[in-house]
C-alpha cells in the first residue's frame, strides 16, 4: 500500500526534525557516529511509525520490538526517541556526560530500547531469539532488527540467519543498513559482501532490496512478508545523508561536525522544508 503524498511529507518533515536533532546530541556531547546516524534515519523514522508500540507503555505486551544491533549509531536512535516520546529533551541534553541516561550504545534503561548493543553481530542471535520465544508463544508480535553492513563480517550474523530461517521466522525483519561504508572504508574494500541479496536469499530470506531514504519503498518492505520465511531488507543508503560534507565519506563515521557546518546543515534541512 503506498503511502498519502501527505504523509509522505510528514515523514520526510519528522526525518529532516530528526537528522536535526541527531546532530545537536553530538554537538552536546562532544562527539558520535554522526555516518550511520543520517543514513538510518528514513528507515528508523518510519519503523517508529509502523511498528505496533505505546512509549506510555514501553514493556506493553502487545508491541513489536526493535533491536539496534549496528549500537554506535545510537544517536539517530535517540532522536526517533525523543520525537516518539521515550525522552525527555532533559536526558538528550545529558547524553556523553558523567552518570547520563544516554550513552554512545544504548541499553536497557532507556524506555523504548529492548536490548544493550554496539559489540557488533550480536543483535541479530538476540532478535532471532526474541522472535523464535514469540512464535513459540502463540504470539504475532513482529521483531525487527537493524545492522550494519561492516557489521556483516562477523560470523554471528549469518549463525543468527541460519537459525532464524530454520525456524521459519515469518515473524524477523533484518534490516541492513547498505551504505557500503565502514569504519576504515568501503565495505567491498575491507571485506566484500555482495552479492548481499543473493547471499540472504540463500541464506533461506524473503529478500527485498530497496531505496532506504524512499518513504514508500520503505513502508512497503516493512509490510513485505513470506509466510514460513524471515524478511530481509537491504535498505541503500547513504552514510552522512543530509550533511553535505559527510555524504559518503568513511571519515564521517565518527566526527563532530564545527558549529558552522551544522549552521550550514540546519540552513540545508530549511530549505529542504520550504521546498516540500
Ligand atoms: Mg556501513
Redesign the pocket.
Known sequence: MSLTAEKVKELKLTCADAREKTVEIIISGGGGHIG?DL?ETDVLVNLYDYMKHDPKNPKWEGRDYFVLSKGHSAEALYAVLFQQGYLAQAELDQFGKLGALLGGHPTKKVNGVEANTGSLGHGMGLATGMALALKMDGKDNRVFVMT???ELAEGSNWEAAMSAAKFGLTNLTWIV?R????ISGS?EDVMPLESLAAKAKAFGFHVIEIDGHDHNEIREALESRTEGKPTCIIAKTT?GKGMAPAENQAGWHHKTPTAEQFEAMKADLEKYRKEL
Open positions: 550511520g543514513s550494519g553492513d561492516g543498513d551504505n557500503c561504508l565502514q565495505t552514510k
